[in-house]
């Protein structure tokens, strides 16, 4: 979808400082390499950083959002619990954002991902690629089809299990504008376990992750349905792993 509209531009709402988790985390061992040894610095945007690059909605696909088919050989399809997961990208007034990429990625059914590097000894399903995009449309919405990928095990600890989980990634206007989350699912008895999850400070975050089940807009033989808002900034902003400072 083409656009000729200009993005909104004009001052920002001030950061939430407390709203994102600590950097450093010793129960989420990853943290402890990571997190910065000195204090923050900030640093204003440049103009290049945000006006620049673009990228183009031409070059989508038609079925770049539709996980179930987008990696299949013809006439078959990926396995698994087939879920359509929508929403609205909401700016901190609750507006809709236009034209804004969205990437996903996410493990298969098993809780395996296609990639050299994952060990985990669940099978790969040969009809699923794992991902996809989408652009939003002019009132800020976005739908992606997909099965619900499985739990797995990772090496933070002796008997770790991350939760149900779709990665997100939304891609703004300017080169700077690039923000990535993730998302659960109503319900999921590991979210309390998970060490990633034990980081976020308080329980209005982690419910801002937590995508609700809605059977009303359900496909009635096919797929479960889950809708999932995503909020750009202001207090009730999803939390995002690359907003570290705060949102």
């Known amino acids: 979808m083409t656009r000729n509209n200009p993005p909104e531009t004009g001052s920002f ?17 990853s943290t402890v390499a990571r997190s910065p040894r000195l204090a ?9 950083d945000l006006t620049g690059p673009v990228f183009g909605h031409e070059i989508l ?3 770049d959002n539709d996980l179930v088919h987008n990696f299949a050989r013809p006439g078959e399809s990926a396995i698994g619990e087939r879920i359509v997961v929508y929403g609205r990208v909401l700016d901190e007034r ?9 990437e996903f990625w996410q493990a298969n059914a098993g809780g395996r991902y296609r ?24 009132d800020g919405s976005y739908e992606l089809r997909t099965i619900k990928p499985g739990p797995y095990p990772w090496p933070n600890g002796p008997n770790d299990w991350r939760p149900s989980h779709i990665h997100f990634s939304v891609f703004g206007h300017g080169f700077a504008q690039r923000l990535i989350t993730q998302m659960y699912f109503q319900g999921d008895p590991l979210i309390p ?30 797929a479960i349905s889950y809708k999932f808002d995503i909020v ?16």
């Open 13 to 29: 709402f001030p950061r939430r400082m407390t709203w994102h988790p600590p950097a450093y985390a010793p129960g989420y061992k």
């Open 40 to 48: 923050q610095i900030s640093l204003e945007n440049s103009l290049g």
């Open 232 to 247: 750009l900034r202001g207090r009730r902003s999803t939390m995002f792993e690359n907003r570290r400072e705060g949102n």
């Open 94 to 102: 609750g507006i809709g954002v236009a034209g804004s990429l969205l």
């Open 193 to 222: 376990y998970c060490p990633i999850v034990g980081t976020i400070p308080t329980k209005e975050a982690v419910d801002g992750l937590v995508a609700a089940l809605d059977m009303s807009n359900s496909i009635p033989m096919d």
């Open 61 to 63: 696909g038609d079925d």
């Open 115 to 138: 990639h050299v590097k994952d060990r985990y000894r669940a099978p790969l399903d040969p009809n699923f690629g794992g991902c996809g995009r989408t652009v939003s449309s002019e």
